[in-house]
């Protein structure tokens, strides 16, 4: 424990991350007014047609203001101190949807390992871990990314496609119904092709979770 800590928050508060108000004692990066602001998704328990392999998903929020600034500080700022708070997100869409449902492990989109170094996390398996801890399903590396694929941004729709496609590979035997989990979807390409190697491998179903979804 810092014994300074009071004193360094007397002088220079904490605040949040993304509106620059002062924190409260409980509040951890982002402030509850932020939080607060956190659009619904429309996406739950929805089945994207055009997406063959994954069977459906849900999503907590919209990837708008201010959730996608609170997502970026957790995906590239090092603010991992947000994932209990991004994990119970999950974990009230799991108990939303899920609840009822059989499933036999959780896993996480995998970063390549370039990516894992530069970045130090991989920011999906730490949503995938805190989730499994929560709900009790196990959790299992099921995947591994063989390509160091360019960023997704900037690419419509079928770049994102060809962009991961071959770029996953399968490090266990699966099976039954999987809960993939990821911190956004755009067009759902990712989470498609990872969806496609898990049922080559054996996967019945597989499901995702995601914090927030651009539809």
């Known amino acids: 424990m810092n014994i300074f800590k009071p004193l360094i928050d007397f002088i220079f508060p904490p605040i949040c991350e993304v509106c620059g108000r002062r924190l409260k004692n409980e509040e951890v990066v982002v402030c509850g007014s932020c939080i607060g602001k956190i659009v619904p998704s429309r996406t739950a328990r929805k089945r994207v047609k055009r997406l063959k392999y994954l069977d459906e998903v849900s999503a907590f929020g919209m990837f708008i203001p201010p959730f996608d600034e609170i997502i970026h500080l957790f995906k590239y700022s090092g603010k991992t101190k947000l994932s209990e708070k991004l994990v119970n997100f999950l974990y009230i869409t799991y108990l939303t949807h899920y ?14 390992r370039v990516k894992s170094r530069e970045r130090g996390y991989n920011q999906s398996e730490l949503l995938a ?14 995947l591994v990314r063989t390509r160091n694929t360019v960023s997704q941004t900037k690419l419509d729709r079928n770049k994102r ?5 071959g770029a996953f590979r399968c490090t266990l035997d699966v099976e039954g119904h999987v809960l993939l989990v990821d911190d956004v979807m755009t067009t759902g390409s990712t989470l498609n092709e990872c969806a496609r190697v898990l049922k080559l491998n054996g996967a019945e179903r597989v499901t995702g979770l995601v914090l927030a979804t651009a539809d």
Do not use: F, Q
């Not at 496609?161 to 496609?165: F, I, L, P, Q």
């Open 129 to 142: 871990r805190g989730l499994s801890e929560l709900t009790g399903i196990p959790y299992r590396p099921l």
């Open 99 to 112: 609840r009822d449902t059989k499933i036999d492990s959780i896993t996480a989109v995998p970063l390549h």
């Open 161 to 165: 496609m060809e962009n991961v496609k």
